[in-house]
């Protein structure tokens, strides 16, 4: 069976696209040493992007696109 790991952290960044950045590259160190040595994992990935709104996501419902 293959499954697909999905986590949400939304963020509040007054400095814009530098904490962003800062926040990727704190969120990328993270999952990196956690998949590390872990054979069940095939792949991963961090990506930041902008959100918009207030309401907070139900992931059980997100439909997920792969182009």
């Not at 697909?4 to 962003?20: K, Q, T």
């Not at 590390?36 to 992007?49: A, F, Q, S, T």
């Amino acid at each position: 069976m293959k499954a697909r790991g999905i986590v949400i952290i939304d963020y509040d960044l007054p400095g814009g696209y530098r904490d962003a950045a800062d926040e990727q590259d704190k969120l990328q160190e993270v999952v990196d040493g956690l998949v590390k040595g872990n054979p069940r994992v095939l792949y991963h990935e961090v990506d930041i992007r902008e959100r918009r709104g207030n309401h907070k996501p139900d992931i059980k419902k997100m439909k997920l696109r792969v182009s």
